[in-house]
Nanobody
Framework: QVQLVESGGGLVQAGGSLRLSCTAS????????IGWFRQAPGKEREGVSC????????DYQDSLKGRFTISRDDAKNTVYLQMNELKPEDTAVYYC??????????????WGQGTQVTVSS
């Protein structure tokens, strides 16, 4: 069973950058696809990006391409989400989830507790 912990969130001004980390324990991350999701106040959770265990990358949102980059370091059991040119509408709690495939990560049993990202204008 895999446990996930997100970190790296915080308060940043518009145009700034943050790098989120999703670190796994209890299991080797190598076997899992990892997805990043976010949920803003009053809104439904939405997919941000996913990286498969074979290094295939699927971006859920076209609007984030070019600003957000997902990567993984299996040696560190960590997946990263680099977020550049942040906008106030990126403000949300960001979660990571693990599954065998990106196609099923949104309904995974394995989720982290989330990390808050706040972008001020």
């Amino acid at each position: 069973q895999v446990q996930l912990v997100e970190s790296g969130g915080g308060l940043v001004q518009a145009g700034g950058s943050l790098r989120l980390s999703c670190t796994a324990s209890g299991s080797t991350l190598y076997y899992y696809a990892i997805g990043w999701f976010r949920q803003a106040p009053g809104k439904e959770r939405e997919g941000v990006s996913c990286i498969s265990n074979s290094d295939g990358i699927i971006d859920y949102q076209d609007s984030l391409k070019g600003r957000f980059t997902i990567s993984r370091d299996d040696a560190k059991n960590t997946v990263y989400l680099q977020m550049n040119e942040l906008k106030p509408e990126d403000t949300a709690v960001y979660y990571c989830a693990a599954a065998r495939r990106c196609a099923t990560v949104a309904v995974s049993y394995y989720w982290g507790q989330g990390t808050q990202v706040t972008v001020s204008s």
